[in-house]
C-alpha cells in the first residue's frame, strides 16, 4: 500500500509539471502602437520586443469591451461582460463584482492544482467579498480599482473620491496611496511577482500581473525619470518593460522559462483625450471608449517555447474571452457548466497549418448594453451599428500636463461596413459595395441581441444574462 501510494504522489506531480506555468501581464490603456514591435516611436521596449522575438504577435487580437471592469471580466471569465452584468468601469462606491458562481481563470487552473495570484489593478469590485482571493487567487496585492480614482487626481472634484488603498489579500496595508507611493507602484507589482514565482517554482502557478500604467495619472520611478524621447509617457513604458525583463529573467534564472506561458496584452486602446499623456493607436481609428479598433485591437504577445512557434506573426483574429477556454484546453481543466462566449483557439496560438478561428462573429458592446459593432469571425468584416461615440478627430485643443481636452460626438444613422483585411483604418465605408455582408451580420447582430440585450433597441436584457454579485 506504502509503495502505491508513493507511486501515485509520483504521477501526481509529474502531472502537474506537464503543465505550463502561466503569466498574464494586462496593461492598462496601452495602445496598439505603444511597444517597439508594434510600431512605437520616442523610446525603446527591447524586453518587450524580445518576448515578441521568441514568441507569436498577434495582430488582430481584440477585448471584448475598449473599458477596464468591464475588459477585465472577459479576460478573467471567458465570457461577455455584459452576460455577467458588468458595464464600464466600476466606481470605489460600487457595490457589485463578479458573481461567486462565476469561473475565474484562477479557479480554473486550480482544478490542476496551480498556485495562484493577482498583483496590481483589480477593478472588479472593491468590497472584501469581490476581491481575488475570493475568486480563486491563493494571494493578492494592488489597488482595488483605478489609480486615477482618488483625491489626487488632477480632475478630482473635491470629495469626489476617497482615499485610495492598498489591499493585501483581503485587508488594507495602507489606508491612502499618496502620489509619493504611486511612484513606486510598477516596482512593487514587480518585486511582489517576483517573490511569488520564486516561492512557487517547484509547482505549476498562474500569476496575473495588472500594472496601474500607462493610466492616467502616469508616476514613473527616479530610474526612468526623463530617460525617453517622448517624456513621461515614454519614460512609464520604459519601466513596464524592465519589469517585463525582470518576469523573464526570474523564469530563466529558477530554470522556468521552457515550461512557461506569457500572454502580454492590454485592457483597451489608449485614453486619446489625455494627449502626450496617452499611447498611440497607430492607424487604427479612434481609441478607449469607442468600438472602432483603436478601442478594442490590442498588442497580443505569447510565448511558449517548443509550444508557441517564435519569431511568428498571425493576423487571425482573437479576443480575451478566448483565453480562459484556450488555456482548459492546454491543461484539461473543466469548463464552467454555464454558459461562457470564448472557445478554444489554441490552433491559432499553436501556429497550426490552416487555423481558423471557430466563431461565427464577435460583438462588441460598450456603455450600458448598447451593442455598437459586429465583427465576423474571421476578423474580415466588420459592421458599425447606429449609436453615438466620442472623437478625437478634429478637436484641435492640444491637451497636455495630463489634462484632457473634450471628445466630440458623433452619430452613426446607418449600419457602416468596413474590410478590416484591406482597411485596417476603418476609413472606407463598403455597406453600398457588400449588401450580403451586411445582412449576414445584421443577422449576427438579432442573434447575439436576442442572448444578450441591446439597449439601442430597447431590449435592456436578453436570455442569457445572469446577475453580477451584490
Known amino acids: 500500500m506504502r509503495i502505491l501510494c508513493c507511486l501515485l504522489a509520483l504521477v501526481s506531480r509529474l502531472t502537474s509539471a506537464s503543465n505550463p506555468n502561466i503569466v498574464v501581464i494586462f496593461m492598462d490603456d496601452m495602445g496598439y502602437a505603444d511597444v517597439g514591435c508594434f510600431g512605437a516611436q520616442g523610446y525603446q521596449t527591447p524586453n518587450i520586443d524580445k518576448l515578441a522575438a521568441a514568441g507569436r504577435k498577434f495582430t488582430h487580437f481584440h477585448v471584448a469591451q475598449p473599458v477596464c471592469s468591464a475588459s477585465r471580466t472577459a479576460?478573467?471569465?471567458?465570457?461577455?461582460?455584459?452576460?455577467?452584468?458588468?458595464?464600464?468601469?466600476?466606481?470605489?462606491?460600487?457595490?457589485?463584482?463578479?458573481?461567486?458562481?462565476?469561473?475565474?481563470?484562477?479557479?480554473?487552473?486550480?482544478?490542476?492544482?496551480?498556485?495562484?495570484?493577482?498583483?496590481?489593478?483589480?477593478?472588479?469590485?472593491?468590497?472584501?467579498?469581490?476581491?481575488?482571493?475570493?475568486?480563486?487567487?491563493?494571494?493578492?496585492?494592488?489597488?482595488?480599482?483605478?489609480?486615477?480614482?482618488?483625491?489626487?487626481?488632477?480632475?478630482?472634484?473635491?470629495?469626489?473620491?476617497?482615499?485610495?488603498?492598498?489591499?493585501?489579500?483581503?485587508?488594507?496595508?495602507?489606508?491612502?496611496?499618496?502620489?509619493?507611493?504611486?511612484?513606486?507602484?510598477?516596482?512593487?507589482?514587480?518585486?511582489?511577482?517576483?517573490?511569488?514565482?520564486?516561492?512557487?517554482?517547484?509547482?505549476?502557478?498562474?500569476?496575473?500581473?495588472?500594472?496601474?500604467?500607462?493610466?492616467?495619472?502616469?508616476?514613473?520611478?527616479?530610474?526612468?525619470?526623463?530617460?525617453?524621447d517622448k517624456g513621461l509617457f515614454g519614460d512609464v513604458m520604459m519601466e513596464v518593460d524592465w519589469s517585463v525583463g525582470q518576469i523573464m529573467d526570474t523564469l530563466k534564472k529558477n530554470g522556468l522559462e521552457d515550461n512557461t506561458w506569457i500572454i502580454f496584452t492590454s485592457d483597451n486602446g489608449p485614453w486619446l483625450s489625455y494627449g502626450d499623456h496617452a499611447g498611440s493607436a497607430g492607424s487604427l481609428r479612434e481609441g478607449k471608449g469607442t468600438c472602432w479598433e483603436g478601442g478594442t485591437r490590442v498588442t497580443g504577445i505569447m510565448k511558449w517555447p517548443a509550444k508557441i512557434p517564435a519569431g511568428t506573426t498571425t493576423d487571425t483574429m482573437m479576443m480575451t474571452i478566448d483565453i480562459l477556454p484556450t488555456i482548459a484546453h492546454v491543461i484539461d481543466a473543466k469548463l464552467p457548466s454555464h454558459t461562457i462566449d470564448g472557445l478554444n483557439c489554441w490552433p491559432i496560438i499553436s501556429g497550426e497549418n490552416d487555423a481558423k478561428n471557430p466563431h461565427d462573429f464577435y460583438a462588441f458592446y460598450y456603455e450600458q448594453n448598447q451593442l455598437q459593432a459586429i465583427t465576423s469571425g474571421d476578423g474580415r468584416w466588420k459592421l458599425q451599428l447606429p449609436h453615438k461615440y466620442r472623437s478625437i478627430v478634429g478637436v484641435t485643443e492640444k491637451a497636455q500636463n495630463g489634462i484632457p481636452v473634450l471628445y466630440k460626438q458623433i452619430t452613426i444613422d446607418q449600419p457602416e461596413l468596413y474590410d478590416l483585411y484591406t482597411d485596417i483604418s476603418e476609413s472606407k465605408n463598403v455597406a453600398v459595395d457588400h449588401p450580403e455582408e451586411v445582412a449576414r451580420l445584421q443577422k449576427h447582430a438579432q442573434t447575439i441581441r436576442a442572448e444578450l440585450g441591446d439597449s439601442l433597441m430597447k431590449q435592456p436584457k436578453g436570455s442569457g444574462t445572469r446577475e453580477p454579485g451584490m
Not at 458573481?99 to 469590485?125: C, F, I, P, R, S
Not at 481575488?132 to 469626489?160: L, R
Not at 489591499?167 to 509619493?180: A, L, M, Q, R, Y
Request: with cysteine; charged share 20%.
Open 75 to 228: 479576460l478573467l471569465t471567458g465570457c461577455y461582460p455584459n452576460r455577467l452584468g458588468m458595464h464600464g468601469a466600476l466606481g470605489p462606491s460600487a457595490k457589485h463584482g463578479i458573481h461567486a458562481n462565476e469561473m475565474t481563470l484562477a479557479e480554473l487552473v486550480k482544478q490542476k492544482d496551480y498556485a495562484t495570484a493577482a498583483v496590481g489593478k483589480w477593478h472588479l469590485g472593491s468590497l472584501p467579498q469581490f476581491l481575488p482571493v475570493k475568486h480563486g487567487f491563493d494571494e493578492y496585492y494592488g489597488i482595488p480599482y483605478s489609480n486615477d480614482m482618488w483625491p489626487y487626481h488632477p480632475q478630482a472634484k473635491k470629495g469626489s473620491y476617497p482615499k485610495l488603498p492598498m489591499v493585501e489579500n483581503d485587508h488594507v496595508v495602507d489606508e491612502e496611496i499618496t502620489p509619493e507611493d504611486q511612484t513606486h507602484l510598477t516596482t512593487e507589482y514587480t518585486a511582489r511577482s517576483l517573490k511569488f514565482i520564486e516561492k512557487n517554482k517547484d509547482k505549476p502557478f498562474f500569476l496575473y500581473l495588472a500594472h496601474s500604467m500607462v493610466h492616467v495619472p502616469l508616476f514613473v520611478s527616479e530610474k526612468f525619470k526623463g530617460k525617453s
